[in-house]
């Protein structure tokens, strides 16, 4: 495979951009491929090799790239103009419609990426209990702001410690971890600070680790204890809304969060976030409340109208459904494969999501440490090799999109057969 061209351009980059890319997860070693056009399942890069995309940016992109029904809804909108700075009744309809799917969400907000969205849901939590401690998930992921930068002090009820250089050791001590699918260790950290957490902040399904699936009744128990403590509960479905069922992980599992995050399948590949939940609590964000938020990209119209017209694609009948079945097949499929090699992998997996783990199932981010991640990089490279683009870690999640046909997965089951072994 000739990658002259992608190799000078990181060349170059390292120059230029810190750590030579825009996100620390694009870095791939030697050297990342560089992007130069996409159509439905596929990437093209500047060297014109292709890859069938499971990454899909890793996670916005439910309807493969250049859906003719967003880029026709976005031509659209680049007619009328693309930023003004006033209200526009694209998001009075699209949030009508987030409404409608969640019924969790009376009041909502439109800010311009998850991170900005998790960093606002907490800071209401906060604003309006009037605490200021946060439980989060180990290893769950919420963007890359300082409440959230956290990882787990030693033992289940100590404070957390700043996960990334320039966390304030004062603002990491405020965020207390969790092992996941674990309410023992849940009922200890909140019997150990009474009166004291805000809110307990989750993704329903560890989309950042794999991702890892909650145990039978293990949402409704998160659920009964916070509010048996009195400690709000905010549901991260940035990666899960609107992609586990229409309503999200909280449909799909049928448990009611206070407050909810959304991004990335909502603003159909443009940068989007989303907070919203119960009206008292979202009644207090200014202008109406003390609780400050503000931005000049809220509300972008382009991502808007994108976001609109995702929903008209994944409200038609089936198209869910069929998704979720055609990706089940897979992971089927990929199981299959697994056994017949012997391997003692494991599929994992959940609507359009999926993770090859070099390892038993975990279930929890302790679990998932003993997948041989060295491996499962090397099959990567042996995939890209093959012209298909895996999530280049053994802790990111996969995704197909409604453009990954039956031949397009075909493929991708030779290429998993023929690369799994070295
Ligand atoms: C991607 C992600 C975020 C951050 O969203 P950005 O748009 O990248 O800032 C937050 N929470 C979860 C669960 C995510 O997967």
Redesign the pocket.
Same mark, same amino acid.
């Given at each position: 495979m000739n990658l002259e061209s992608s190799k000078k351009l990181f060349n170059k980059a390292r120059g230029l951009l810190a750590g030579g890319v825009c996100s620390p997860v694009r870095a791939i070693s030697p050297h990342p491929f560089y992007t130069a056009r996409a159509e439905g399942p596929y990437l093209w890069d500047e060297d014109g090799n292709r890859f069938i995309d499971y990454c899909l940016a890793?996670?916005p992109m439910i309807l493969g790239h250049r859906n003719p029904i967003i880029v026709e809804a976005i031509n659209e909108q680049l007619r009328k103009g693309w930023l003004y700075g006033t209200p526009t009744e694209l998001e009075v309809k699209l949030a009508e419609r987030i409404t409608r799917l969640y019924p969790s969400i009376n009041l909502l907000r439109f800010v311009s !990426?998850? !991170?900005e969205a !998790?960093m606002a849901a907490i800071r209401v939590a906060r604003g309006g209990s009037g605490r200021d401690k946060v439980i989060k998930i180990e290893g769950g992921?919420?963007?890359a702001h300082d409440s959230v930068l956290v990882k787990a002090g030693s033992g289940a009820t100590t404070l957390g410690i700043p996960d990334s250089k320039g966390v304030p050791i004062d603002t990491a001590k405020n965020t207390l971890q969790v092992p996941y699918n674990d309410l023992d260790a849940l009922e200890k950290v909140l019997r150990s600070f009474p009166g004291e957490i805000a809110a307990m902040i989750m993704?329903p399904v560890l989309?950042?680790l794999g991702p890892i699936l909650p145990r039978e009744g293990y949402l409704n128990g998160v659920r009964d204890l916070t509010e048996e403590h009195d400690v709000l509960l905010i549901f991260?479905e940035?990666?899960t809304g609107f992609r586990l069922s229409l309503g999200g992980a909280q449909q799909y599992y049928g448990v009611k969060p206070d407050l909810t995050?959304l991004?990335?399948i909502i603003g159909g590949g443009f940068p989007i976030?989303v907070f919203g939940g119960r009206r008292d609590l979202m009644e207090q964000v200014a202008p109406d409340g003390g609780i400050y938020q503000a931005g000049t990209f809220n509300g972008s119209p382009m991502s808007l109208a994108a976001g609109l017209s995702t929903l008209d694609v994944l409200e038609r009948v089936d198209v869910l459904q069929k998704l979720n079945s055609t990706s089940e097949e897979m992971r089927r499929a990929m199981r299959e494969i697994i056994e017949d090699m012997g391997l003692g992998y494991s599929v994992v997996g959940i609507a359009s999501m999926f993770k090859v783990f070099f390892g038993p199932e975990p279930t929890d981010y302790f679990e998932s440490l003993r997948c041989d991640k060295v491996g499962y990089l090397e099959f990567f490279h042996r995939m890209l090799e093959s012209g298909i683009f895996l999530t280049p870690s053994q802790y990111e999640t996969d995704f197909l999109s409604i453009s990954h046909s039956s031949d397009v997965i075909e493929a991708t089951l030779e290429a998993f057969k023929l690369n799994l072994k070295s």
């Open positions: 890793y996670g !990426t998850g !991170t !998790t992921f919420h963007g993704e989309g950042n991260d940035v990666i995050t991004g990335k976030g």
